[in-house]
């Protein structure tokens, strides 16, 4: 791992350690955050059951509105590309915040995650299966941590 990834992931664990305050600040600002939300965000680290994998790392993930549209090999040629796309409501309100999506096709598919947004850091955490909100930071499988991409 390189440096940069190895500070990204302390990072993001030290964001992780403030969630419970910094969930706090947030009260009542679904709005704020919706609209913080908003452009383009590329995975930059993945951690399953608390370590370290390359699943997902170079993912995009575009939020237009309440619309978000995952292009999970962005430097393959479009064709090639897989794209997914869905809709989500958040809810800052709870203690930790809630990003849930449903898949945009009829498949019925959705997911229930964890979000933090620091910044230009956006960290998620899921669990297998996705359908299964994680009751704390802790009881996740997953852990997304993403970087805003400024200019797209």
Same mark, same amino acid.
């Given at each position: 791992?390189?440096?940069?990834?190895?500070?990204?992931?302390?990072?993001?664990?030290?964001?992780?350690?403030?969630?419970?305050?910094?969930?706090?600040?947030?009260?009542?600002?679904?709005?704020?955050?919706?609209?913080?939300?908003?452009?383009?965000?590329?995975?930059?680290?993945?951690?399953?059951?608390?370590?370290?994998?390359?699943?997902?790392?170079?993912?995009?993930?575009?939020?237009?509105?309440?619309?978000?549209?995952?292009?999970?090999?962005?430097?393959?040629?479009?064709?090639?590309?897989?794209?997914?796309?869905?809709?989500?409501?958040? /809810?800052?309100?709870?203690?930790?915040?809630?990003?849930?999506? +449903? %898949?945009?096709?009829? $498949?019925?598919?959705? =997911?229930?995650? @964890?979000?933090?947004?620091?910044? /230009?850091?956006?960290?998620?955490?899921?669990?297998?299966?996705? +359908? %299964?909100?994680?009751? $704390?930071?802790?009881? =996740?499988?997953? @852990?997304?941590?993403?970087?805003?991409?400024?200019?797209?």
């Amino acid at each position: 791992m390189n440096v940069w990834k190895l500070a990204l992931v302390m990072w993001g664990a030290f964001l992780l350690a403030l969630c419970p305050v910094a969930s706090t600040f947030g009260a009542g600002e679904e709005k704020l955050d919706q609209d913080l939300l908003q452009g383009t965000w590329e995975c930059v680290a993945t951690l399953h059951d608390g370590k370290q994998v390359q699943n997902f790392v170079g993912t995009m993930g575009i939020i237009n509105g309440n619309h978000l549209t995952f292009i999970f090999n962005p430097k393959d040629p479009p064709s090639k590309q897989r794209i997914q796309k869905m809709t989500f409501k958040i /809810d800052p309100n709870q203690n930790p915040k809630q990003f849930d999506w +449903t %898949q945009a096709d009829t $498949s019925g598919k959705f =997911g229930r995650r @964890l979000y933090v947004l620091a910044g /230009d850091i956006l960290i998620w955490c899921a669990n297998s299966p996705e +359908t %299964q909100q994680p009751a $704390s930071w802790n009881t =996740g499988h997953w @852990l997304y941590i993403c970087r805003r991409v400024r200019g797209r």
